[in-house]
């Protein structure tokens, strides 16, 4: 897998079917390995051990329903009373990060109403905060640390 503009990460990774699987820590079973989801694991990562975000506020390809069709966010970050907090789209390193990521993350968080959003591809990491007054969002260096 590529090399990511993350911290090194150790994962438990198998293979099984000819597939390599890599065990979700959140989702707490094993998940076919894709470039994604490659990404999505070292963020995940990044939020608890950099950022010390607690497991049991992180959800992985939460579902979400926005103009009557269901979605999957990649990562959703709650606060301590359950509401979103962070919306997190994970792209494939392959994958740069355009307008339309943008688009989909705001087209879910339409819907969640987060304070802060990020677009990642695992070389490239974009950092937002929410401004609802404005109907806008500013960017940030970096996502607040969990407090």
């Not at 597939?19 to 707490?28: E, P």
């Not at 390193?93 to 304070?115: E, G, H, M, W």
Request: proline share 4%; charged share 25%; net charge positive.
């Amino acid at each position: 897998m590529t090399e990511l503009n993350l911290p090194f990460y150790k994962f438990k990774i198998k293979s099984s079917e000819n597939k390599r699987l890599l065990f979700d820590a959140i989702r707490k079973k094993y998940v076919v390995l894709t470039p994604e989801e490659w990404v999505r694991q070292h963020f995940v990562c990044y939020l608890m051990e950099e950022k010390k975000y607690p497991a049991s506020l992180i959800a992985v390809e939460k579902q979400v329903t926005v103009n009557n069709l269901k979605k999957r966010t990649d990562i959703l970050i709650f606060d301590r009373k359950g509401r979103p907090e962070i919306v997190v789209e994970c792209k494939a390193a392959s994958v740069p990060i355009t307008q339309s990521t943008f688009d989909q993350i705001a087209r879910y968080n339409l819907k969640l109403k987060a304070n802060y959003l990020v677009v990642t591809n695992g070389l490239s990491h974009f950092y937002c905060q929410m401004d609802f007054k404005n109907k806008t969002y500013l960017f940030l260096e970096d996502i607040p640390s969990y407090q």
